[in-house]
């Protein structure tokens, strides 16, 4: 059974910085697109940062020069390093994958896509 599990949320001041891990386990045979999405209170989930397999990145425009989405394949693992964090920051993050499981997926490329639970960020002023 494939698992996504994320760390590094916590409490932060306004200014502060946060570095959000993602670790994916079970037997994969490759991932593809992995992402971070952020939920606030009373809001929709929102996309927040991507990455290809290959490392190219896009992020909404609202973190732009402030994060920087990463990962290390060998580990198969995401980070998310949040720098210069504003209380609007604030919210549930949560990661995204998508997994071929099987090298015959990826030949027909039939990826499955996997949440993991989400980790609470809070920025105060």
């Known amino acids: 059974q494939v698992q996504l599990v994320e760390s590094g949320g916590g409490l932060v001041q306004a200014g502060g910085s946060l570095r959000l891990s993602c670790a994916a386990s079970g037997s994969i045979f490759s991932i593809n697109t992995m992402g971070w999405y952020r939920q606030a209170p009373g809001k929709q989930r929102e996309l927040v940062a991507v990455i290809s397999s290959g490392g190219r990145t896009n992020y909404v425009e609202s973190v732009k020069g402030r994060f920087t989405i990463s990962r290390d394949n060998a580990k198969n693992t995401m980070y998310l390093q949040m720098n210069s964090l504003k209380p609007e920051d604030t919210g549930v993050y949560y990661c995204?994958?998508?997994?071929?499981?099987?090298?015959?997926?990826?030949?027909?490329?039939?990826?499955?896509?996997?949440w993991g639970q989400g980790t609470q960020v809070t920025v105060s002023s």
């Open positions: 995204n994958a998508e997994f071929f499981l099987y090298y015959s997926d990826y030949l027909t490329q039939r990826p499955v896509e996997k």
